[in-house]
């Protein structure tokens, strides 16, 4: 920026040597701006374990636990509330990220992928079992995309999103 306005010089050098530092690699913590891949994997596994532990094509998902077990007894009150607050919480970033608009073209390209796949023969969409775990993905990659669209945007386009909050004066 110090060679757009050679006024002011103090600012214009504290921000040329800030950019230098940054360039030499000496602010290298993603706490201080840079995203790290770290993140991405995280939430692809956490978005992942939420879809296939709620439900999948097997036996060993919550809502099998919760229909064998006795509804009152134990930890599941517990486990019910809890799945329940989970999902609201990625029900509200998927919509709160990607907007009605995005969760619906996330979902469509979802679709087209699935009838790729089914016009090439890699999957049979009459297999229930297949059908289930294509769902099953299907959904963890919906929650994904919420979880990660406004750090996708911040990346690409350089522009932070805030809340607005319209003042009744």
């Known amino acids: 920026m110090a060679f757009f306005n050679n006024n002011n010089n103090n600012n214009n050098n504290n921000t040329s040597n800030r950019n230098s530092s940054e360039q030499n690699g000496d602010n290298n913590h993603p706490s201080q701006g840079e995203d790290s891949s770290l993140r991405w994997w995280i939430t692809a596994l956490i978005s992942l374990g939420l879809s296939l532990g709620t439900w ?14 006795e509804i009152l007894s134990g930890f599941t009150p517990f486990a ?46 009459n297999n229930l079992t297949q059908l289930g775990w294509v769902a099953t993905f299907g959904m963890a ?29």
């Open 56 to 69: 999948n094509p097997t036996e060993y998902h919550f809502i099998h636990y919760i229909t064998q077990a």
């Open 80 to 125: 019910i509330l809890l799945m329940v607050g989970v999902w609201f919480l990625a029900i509200k970033s998927i919509f709160q990220s990607l907007g009605m608009f995005g969760a619906f073209f996330i979902v469509i390209t979802i679709l087209t992928f699935i009838w790729g796949l089914n016009q090439y023969g890699l999957i049979d969409l």
């Open 141 to 169: 990659f919906i929650i994904w995309a919420g979880l990660n669209a406004s750090k996708a945007w911040k990346r690409v386009t350089g522009v932070y999103s805030t809340d607005r909050i319209d003042d009744d004066i």
